[in-house]
C-alpha cells in the first residue's frame, strides 16, 4: 500500500505546509541555540546536526564536545546558500533564511550526564 505522507515528511525534512521552505531545503536558522550568538546565512562559524540542531563552532567545540544536545549526534558544518543566482533561482533572496530564534542553552550538569556515555563513541557509529 502505498504511503499518504509525502516522501520528504516521512524523512522528517521541512515541509512548505509546516514552515514555508520547500522539502530539503534548510533552514539555516539565525542563530546559536545554546549561547544565542548570531549565525549568519554566510556564517562558517554555524554547526548542525542532522536535524539542523544549530550551534555555533565555539559552542560545539568547548561546550558540546561534538555531540549535540537534542538527539545525540555529532555535528557537520552548515552549507552557505549562493547569494549568486547562478541557475534555476537557488539563491538566498529566492530562498531566505530562517528568523525563528530557537535559544535553548544547554543545563551544564543534565548535559554532562546525557553526554558521558555518548562522548567516547564516534559520531559516524551513534
Known amino acids: 500500500m502505498p504511503h499518504s505522507v509525502p516522501p520528504a515528511a516521512r524523512l522528517g525534512f521541512v515541509t512548505p505546509a ?3 521552505f520547500l522539502p530539503g ?7 546559536c541555540e545554546n549561547c544565542n ?9 554555524a554547526l ?5 540542531c544549530t550551534f555555533c563552532a ?13 538527539c545525540g549526534g555529532g555535528f557537520t558544518p552548515r552549507p552557505v546558500r549562493p547569494v549568486q543566482n547562478w ?3 537557488n539563491h538566498l533572496a529566492q530562498n531566505p533564511a530562517g528568523t525563528t530564534v530557537k535559544h535553548r542553552p ?7 550526564r546525557f553526554c558521558a556515555r555518548i562522548r567516547p563513541i564516534p559520531p559516524e557509529q551513534r
Open 48 to 52: 548542525i546536526c542532522s536535524y539542523e
Open 87 to 89: 541557475k534555476g533561482n
Open 18 to 20: 509546516r514552515t514555508g
Open 37 to 45: 550568538r548570531a549565525l549568519p546565512p554566510n556564517s562558517t562559524e
Open 25 to 31: 531545503m534548510l533552514e539555516l536558522r539565525p542563530t
Open 58 to 70: 565555539p559552542c560545539v567545540e568547548q561546550v558540546l564536545f561534538n555531540v549535540c544536545p537534542n
Open 106 to 112: 544547554v543545563d551544564p550538569a543534565a548535559y554532562a
